[in-house]
């Protein structure tokens, strides 16, 4: 959808579905308003908070390892399990695995 060498963050969401199963989205950062309309795309946001992050370098050849990451950090008491994982692809090298904390009153 975007140009090579656009300007903008990518991510990937998942969580676990009503169902059981799991949910994955592959999602860009809007820069402009209305590009999720003008690609009718749904938009998400990312909630604000505190989140635990792992970061991956050479996330291309390793793809096979993010799914272990996230298993691990979710072991974690301070991981809110109710709250979507979240990739960041930060750039070609670097990707974070995040997961939000349960936050404190």
């Known amino acids: 959808m ?3 060498g656009d300007k903008r963050s990518y991510y990937g969401i998942s969580h676990m579905a009503k169902n059981g199963k799991m949910e994955y ?3 860009a950062e809007e820069v402009h308003p209305g590009e999720a ?3 009718e795309c749904d938009r ?3 909630k604000k908070g505190e989140y635990l992050a792992e970061s991956l370098h050479d996330w291309p050849r ?3 390892s993010i799914k272990n990451m996230f ?3 979710i072991q974690d008491n301070r991981v809110d399990k ?3 994982a979240v990739e960041w692809y930060k750039n070609d090298d670097e990707m974070l695995c995040t997961v ?3 936050q404190q009153p």
């Open 71 to 73: 298993c691990s950090m």
């Open 44 to 46: 998400y946001t990312i």
């Open 62 to 64: 390793k793809t096979d």
């Open 2 to 4: 975007f140009s090579e």
């Open 82 to 84: 109710t709250k979507p």
């Open 100 to 102: 939000r904390t349960v």
């Open 25 to 27: 989205y592959a999602t």
């Open 37 to 39: 309309e003008k690609y």
